[in-house]
């Protein structure tokens, strides 16, 4: 299960960046956003690597051990939070906060891979293929990747619309 989860976000994570830089210009160019290829880079890539996390995350969540699950998002939001105040700090504006959410998306992705081998010691990230499990897990990773992409728009298009109109500030 751990091995097609991997395959499949990580399969799903170089689907995200080659499709968002596909289309940067033509949404940048819809929006009136300047200036941005090197965050929204940053974004695309923290985007696919916190995929990968977030289903290590949930393994957590699924062996009932939501006390290590939340102690690892608690020691990443105060990460999360001593990065923002040091980019914004230190000048970096916008990329600073992006290159913070890369950074971030890092670590937690090494801490929980960490955690879960020293916690779950049976949990084996080798190369173990099951054609029936992937193909299952591809089916239902991408409806519920089609369903997040939907709330997304639903819940931000708003957001977009006006600032086509009004501006990004």
Known sequence: VIFSGLAFYGLFGILVVAA??????????????????E?????????????????LLS????????????SI??????????????FLEAGFG???????????SVIALFLTGFTLKRV???????WNFDRGLLRDMFGYGFKI??????????????KLIVSRFVGLA
Do not use: H, W
Request: with cysteine.
């Open 39 to 55: 965050v929204y880079f940053l974004v695309l890539l923290t985007c696919a690597i916190t995929n990968i996390g977030a289903m």
């Open 145 to 158: 990747s089609i369903s997040r992409f939907g709330g997304l728009i639903c819940f931000q298009a708003d």
């Open 73 to 86: 998002e608690v020691k990443m939001s105060l990460i999360n939070v001593a990065g923002t105040i040091f």
């Open 94 to 104: 916008m990329f600073g906060l992006a290159l913070n959410a890369l950074i971030n």
């Open 59 to 70: 393994v957590f969540k699924g062996i009932q051990r939501m006390d290590t699950s939340n």
């Open 120 to 126: 779950a010691r049976k949990v084996s990230f080798g």
């Open 20 to 37: 968002g830089l596909l289309v940067e210009q033509p949404l940048l160019q819809l929006f009136r956003i300047t200036n941005v290829s």
